[in-house]
């Protein structure tokens, strides 16, 4: 069974056609539609049980869809099935599916609609597993359980077909480039050849655009599978493929654009940290900027991404809970290993029925992280003994606050005065990362004075070096020059707190760094925050 499988996933990396204009009337309900029953969900009877749908063949790509929906085991090898990974959209706009011998009607997304059409093989069956039909998403408590069993439902498929978008823009040179690279890593172990042009790069930035890559479901459904192919139009790629383009087949970046988050946890591992607080930590703060139709998924999704740590986060995945009481169960789940730092997460406004202190996890705009994620590594621990206690002290940390009653309702801390803001800019905004560039360059050369009071010749290049920059910060210049610099990325340099900041853009000088700018128009730090 599975080599017949195989053989149909191997069939359909050919068999996809230019995407066609369906006629309205496919897209909605029809009369006809209304009657034939509603498709009546079976419980899952195990532990490890789940669905599969099997999807019939047509060769006809306006027939409608017609499946099989079986039950079946993970612990039974012969139960085997591809896994289909793509975005939901709009859940208001639905289409119908027709499912088992009588026909049962089954409403979906449109985008699922979409993906079972362009998946359908003209005479072969496909076996898929698609969350939006095999879990009863009306069934709460199933929906729940089914969500902890993702990393296994994904580790377990043949392959994973992400389903990018089926209407490309101008993507021709792109996609060719793509398939040249494909049949080069087919018999070579690297690609030699010469760094992609600036319209393939244009193109692929367009690509980096899916909404796919922006999900946060997705991080999960790409970490565990072997064998990964992203669907784009009517043509195919590899990971593999994709990542040497993007490094130009060099080891350079080719684009300013980020490695987009799903693509970058297939490159590197997930290191767990100290414990599962931090672990999860790491996580929301790292897919912050990633959407979620449902708000509580921003942390139920991130499950899979926890190791062998996962199964203690189970208590958290409830989908009977609302959304500002599943990010209140969060808050008290951190709070006592993370202690304040939790509140380094909060942003006003929310519009949450919650306390303002709890972090409001559906928001996107993305956090710093650097600050003290080295805090939470294990192998940073183990070399600082007298870190490694303060994290153990639980005793000592939980002196600075108590949660009030009812739970989650109030936080009252206690500490010291540290400073006083005397003075507030304007709310920055970026027209683009060059607009960024211009005006993270005044902010810098406005403040001279920053640089005695930041004792740069005690900084050194060490572990601790902020990770967003890909290449070191090099355009530091000697005394009594003009202040200038190239960094990689400057989206790091706008989440960079002034110490990160004025250290990594002089950090290769070797010596302090001054500027011209005349001493009548230099502003000291201390007229805009003065310590108490």
Same mark, same amino acid.
């Given at each position: 069974?599975?080599?017949?499988?195989?053989?149909?996933?191997?069939?359909?990396?050919?068999?996809?056609?230019?995407?066609?204009?369906?006629?309205?009337?496919?897209?909605?309900?029809?009369?006809?539609?209304?009657?034939?029953?509603?498709?009546?969900?079976?419980?899952?009877?195990?532990?490890?049980?789940?669905?599969?749908?099997?999807?019939?063949?047509?060769?006809?790509?306006?027939?409608?869809?017609?499946?099989?929906?079986?039950?079946?085991?993970?612990?039974?090898?012969?139960?085997?099935?591809?896994?289909?990974?793509?975005?939901?959209?709009?859940?208001?706009?639905?289409?119908? $599916?027709?499912?088992?011998?009588?026909?049962?009607?089954?409403?979906?997304?449109?985008?699922?609609? &979409? *993906? !079972? @059409?362009? #998946?359908?093989?003209?005479?072969?069956?496909?076996?898929?597993?698609?969350?939006?039909?095999?879990?009863?998403?009306?069934?709460?408590?199933?929906?729940?359980?089914?969500?902890?069993?993702?990393?296994?439902?994904?580790?377990?498929?043949?392959?994973?077909?992400?389903?990018?978008?089926?209407?490309?823009?101008?993507?021709?040179?792109?996609?060719?480039?793509?398939?040249?690279?494909?049949?080069?890593?087919?018999?070579?172990?690297?690609?030699?050849?010469?760094?992609?042009?600036?319209?393939?790069?244009?193109?692929?930035?367009?690509?980096?655009?899916?909404?796919?890559?922006?999900?946060?479901?997705?991080?999960?459904?790409? $970490?565990?599978?072997?064998?990964?192919?992203?669907?784009?139009?009517?043509?195919?790629?590899?990971? &593999? *493929? !994709? @990542?040497? #383009?993007?490094?130009?087949?060099?080891?350079?970046?080719?684009?300013?654009?980020?490695?987009?988050?799903?693509?970058?946890?297939?490159?590197?591992?997930?290191?767990?940290?100290?414990?599962?607080?931090?672990?999860?930590?790491?996580?929301?703060?790292?897919?912050?900027?990633?959407?979620?139709?449902?708000?509580?998924?921003?942390?139920?999704?991130?499950?899979?991404?926890?190791?062998?740590?996962?199964?203690?986060?189970?208590?958290?995945?409830?989908?009977?809970?609302?959304?500002?009481?599943?990010?209140?169960?969060?808050?008290?789940?951190?709070?006592?290993?993370?202690?304040?730092?939790?509140?380094?997460?909060?942003?006003?406004?929310?519009?949450?029925?919650?306390?303002?202190?709890?972090?409001?996890?559906?928001?996107?705009?993305?956090?710093?992280?650097?600050?003290?994620?080295?805090?939470?590594?294990?192998?940073?621990?183990?070399?600082?003994?007298?870190?490694?206690?303060?994290?153990?002290?639980?005793?000592?940390?939980?002196?600075?606050?108590?949660?009030?009653?009812?739970?989650?309702?109030?936080?009252?801390?206690?500490?010291?005065?540290?400073?006083?803001?005397?003075?507030?800019?304007?709310?920055?905004?970026?027209?683009?990362?060059?607009?960024?560039?211009?005006?993270?360059?005044?902010?810098?050369?406005?403040?001279?004075?920053?640089?005695?009071?930041?004792?740069?010749?005690?900084?050194?290049?060490?572990?601790?070096?902020?990770?967003?920059?890909?290449?070191?910060?090099?355009?530091?210049?000697?005394?009594?020059?003009?202040?200038?610099?190239?960094?990689?990325?400057?989206?790091?340099?706008?989440?960079?707190?002034?110490?990160?900041?004025?250290?990594?853009?002089?950090?290769?000088?070797?010596?302090?760094?001054?500027?011209?700018?005349?001493?009548?128009?230099?502003?000291?730090?201390?007229?805009?925050?003065?310590?108490?």
């Amino acid at each position: 069974m599975q080599s017949a499988a195989m053989h149909g996933r191997s069939c359909c990396l050919n068999i996809f056609k230019a995407p066609h204009v369906f006629p309205l009337a496919t897209l909605y309900t029809s009369s006809s539609d209304m009657e034939t029953p509603p498709y009546q969900y079976q419980p899952l009877k195990h532990s490890d049980s789940i669905r599969v749908l099997i999807l019939h063949p047509s060769p006809n790509e306006s027939d409608p869809i017609e499946c099989t929906i079986r039950r079946g085991s993970l612990s039974d090898d012969s139960f085997g099935y591809e896994a289909v990974s793509y975005t939901w959209g709009n859940s208001g706009l639905t289409n119908a $599916i027709y499912c088992d011998e009588d026909k049962q009607r089954l409403s979906v997304g449109m985008n699922c609609h &979409a *993906a !079972l @059409r362009r #998946l359908r093989l003209p005479n072969m069956r496909r076996r898929l597993w698609l969350d939006a039909v095999c879990i009863n998403q009306n069934d709460l408590q199933e929906r729940a359980q089914q969500v902890c069993m993702m990393r296994e439902i994904y580790d377990r498929a043949w392959g994973v077909r992400v389903m990018l978008s089926d209407e490309v823009p101008d993507s021709r040179l792109l996609l060719d480039e793509l398939a040249e690279v494909e049949e080069i890593l087919g018999h070579e172990d690297e690609v030699v050849r010469s760094p992609p042009s600036e319209t393939i790069v244009r193109q692929l930035e367009t690509m980096f655009q899916d909404p796919w890559f922006k999900r946060v479901w997705v991080l999960q459904e790409v $970490i565990a599978a072997e064998d990964i192919e992203l669907v784009y139009g009517s043509d195919h790629m590899s990971f &593999a *493929a !994709l @990542r040497e #383009l993007y490094y130009g087949y060099h080891g350079t970046m080719v684009t300013r654009a980020s490695w987009p988050r799903p693509l970058e946890i297939r490159s590197w591992p997930i290191e767990e940290r100290i414990n599962v607080q931090y672990t999860l930590w790491r996580q929301l703060y790292e897919s912050r900027d990633c959407l979620a139709t449902d708000p509580r998924d921003k942390v139920f999704a991130l499950r899979s991404l926890l190791g062998s740590m996962q199964s203690e986060i189970d208590h958290l995945v409830d989908y009977t809970r609302s959304v500002e009481d599943c990010f209140k169960q969060v808050a008290r789940f951190l709070l006592p290993v993370l202690g304040l730092r939790m509140l380094t997460a909060t942003r006003h406004p929310h519009a949450l029925d919650m306390a303002s202190w709890i972090p409001d996890w559906s928001q996107t705009l993305p956090l710093y992280f650097n600050h003290f994620m080295f805090e939470s590594d294990r192998a940073y621990l183990e070399q600082d003994v007298s870190l490694a206690a303060n994290f153990e002290d639980h005793e000592r940390m939980s002196q600075s606050y108590r949660i009030g009653f009812p739970v989650g309702s109030s936080l009252h801390v206690t500490g010291c005065r540290y400073a006083r803001i005397t003075e507030c800019s304007d709310i920055f905004k970026f027209v683009d990362d060059d607009d960024a560039e211009k005006q993270m360059r005044n902010i810098y050369n406005h403040f001279p004075s920053l640089y005695s009071e930041l004792e740069v010749k005690s900084r050194s290049d060490t572990a601790v070096t902020p990770v967003q920059f890909s290449q070191n910060i090099h355009d530091g210049k000697r005394r009594n020059t003009r202040v200038t610099f190239k960094i990689n990325e400057i989206k790091a340099m706008c989440l960079m707190d002034g110490n990160d900041l004025h250290y990594n853009l002089t950090r290769d000088c070797g010596e302090e760094v001054t500027s011209p700018i005349p001493n009548s128009r230099r502003t000291s730090a201390q007229q805009l925050i003065r310590p108490k």
